[in-house]
């Protein structure tokens, strides 16, 4: 089957991108509301782009009236916001936060979930989150009824639980991410395997890097 992405309409679109772009993991994006409390909402147009700068982009669409999303609303205002990673613990609150409240809910309040101020950004993080990451706006690309926001990172926080003794790689046995799969499905990173390059890897692009002989004119 073929689709001619140049005359799909809209919702095709996302229908087939998202059904095959996946698992995609998910931001629960906490931002400061004007009248100060806080907002939530799960982003799975998101992921990390870049290490230096440490580069993070959500991709926010607006409501079906044609109105911003909170999330957008705030970031835009505040030029910060926090993602926090999911997992099963928090699973459940996620969803309840997708949920499209009115602008004064605080959605994490609603959804039973502890929440404390960030070091560096106006927002605060979910206390039980595995790895919050405080961002302030680097860019926003506005496209029609859109907006993609590229935040640089500025602070990380991870729950001790997730770390190994040294504090240098995630524990996988504790920290398994829930990722988006197509419509109302997730996955749980809970089935992990090491793949690893042949032992020839080495030698093969040694060979690559090599000079070529030099060729007699
Ligand atoms: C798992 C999940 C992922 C979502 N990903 C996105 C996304 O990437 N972009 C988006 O605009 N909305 C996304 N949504 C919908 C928003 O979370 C939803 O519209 C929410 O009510 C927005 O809240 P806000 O108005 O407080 O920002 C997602 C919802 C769920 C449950």
Redesign the pocket.
Known sequence: MDFDFTRLPPEDRYRLLTNFVGP?P??L?T?RSECGHT????????NVFSQDPPIVI??????GDGNE??????IRRTQEFCVNMVDMEIADA??L?????A?D?D?PAFAGLETSDCRRVDAAFLTRTPCAMECRVERIIDFPR?AIVLGEVVEMTVRDDCLDPQGRYVDPTTYQPVA?LHADN?IVADRQFELKKPVEAEAWEAAQAAPSPKKAV
């Open positions: 995609r998910i931001a994006v931002t907002n939530a909402a799960p982003m799975s147009f998101f959500l991709g926010i669409q607006t409501r999303k909170d999330t957008l609303v705030n996620m969803i936060c997708g949920i499209n409240f602008r809910v959605e859109r988006r997730y």
